[in-house]
């Protein structure tokens, strides 16, 4: 294959050749992108207006819904216009665009799900010490780490991406997704990049070591909680938070399975699905379920009935 040494478009996979399957996946689509939008941006809002919810633990989780906000704008947008006027064409500086804030918000989520670890571990483990150590300045050192280090992350990837040479330029993939692109290349530097991703994921595998340490200790000093109220209350200001963890986690290892192994398309595309949409979209109501202060935020952003209320306290 010649080299396409300046490429102005890529062409990206699509769902379907077929009509009715395009607008199929048009409007599901459409309907996942409106709820995980509408969830993120009520969790933002009912915590902002509420000042009982002005907290270290709730301002980590109004980055977290601001992060899914963004990641998952990313690509459902372009793959619905796709569908829609049935063109899988994309600029090469969106295909730029597509990889650099895919990896920022990637990054910069699973960072911020360390430091919300952390937050637990101090609330849990160290009360009498939270307010001294969980300090606002603190919360903002913190948050501008999270987001610092998902920028040079993706700085870093996208320009070592986008400085090798594509012998093609169809990706096999319904947005610019980093392995597929790699496999594009027709030059030695892709194996710089390779070099880069195996840094990421011990960086990442880092993270998860820590969340997992974490957790341990905070399980052992519930356990020593004599009262079962205290053990519930406790808990349940974890269990959102693991619950969100294990599902970016169960993500991360479908996407890995389905970069290093030849899946078929529809494959591929279902497991992309599953770890770039998914998770952004299901966050705001593993929270909202499982934490009775967002609960009661929410009713009085929403001003919901008696009825609406016990099917919330239900949930």
Request: proline share 3%; glycine share 4%.
């Amino acid at each position: 294959m010649s080299n396409l040494t300046s490429l102005s478009t890529f062409l990206l996979l699509g769902f379907s050749e077929a009509r009715e399957s395009q607008l199929l996946h048009f409007f599901v689509f459409l309907a996942i992108y409106l709820m995980a939008m509408t969830g993120n941006i009520l969790i933002v809002i009912a915590i902002v207006l509420d000042q009982k919810l002005h907290t270290p633990m709730y301002f980590f989780l109004i980055n977290l819904a601001m992060l899914d906000v963004g990641s998952v704008s990313v690509m459902v947008p372009k793959s619905m216009a796709i569908s829609l006027t049935n063109n899988r064409s994309i600029s090469y500086f969106g295909c730029v665009a597509q990889v650099f804030f895919n990896l920022f918000f990637l990054t910069s989520d699973f960072t911020l799900l360390t430091v919300m670890a952390h937050d637990r571990y101090v609330a849990i483990c160290n009360p009498l010490q939270y307010e001294r150590i969980m300090h606002k300045g603190a919360c903002l050192q913190m948050v501008a780490i999270v987001w610092t280090t998902g920028l040079l992350y993706a700085i870093v990837h996208t320009s070592s991406t986008f400085a090798n040479t594509f012998c093609s330029n169809t990706v096999n993939q319904f947005f610019c997704e980093l392995p597929k692109l790699l496999k594009l290349s027709c030059s030695d530097f892709y194996l710089v990049e390779a070099g880069l991703i195996v840094v990421g994921g011990s960086l990442g595998l880092g993270c998860l070591i820590y969340i997992v340490i974490t957790y341990m200790q905070i399980f052992a000093i519930v356990l020593r909680i004599p009262s079962v109220h205290g053990k519930k209350k406790a808990l349940s200001t974890c269990l959102p938070h693991l619950t969100v963890v294990s599902l970016l986690m169960f993500s991360a290892i479908v996407a890995y399975a389905s970069s290093s192994t030849n899946y078929s398309s529809g494959l591929d595309i279902a497991f992309a699905v599953i770890y770039t949409i998914i998770p952004p979209t299901l966050n705001p109501f593993i929270y909202s379920m499982r934490n009775k202060d967002i609960k009661i935020a929410l009713w009085k952003l929403l001003d919901v009935g008696p009825s609406s209320k016990t099917i919330f306290r239900l949930l």
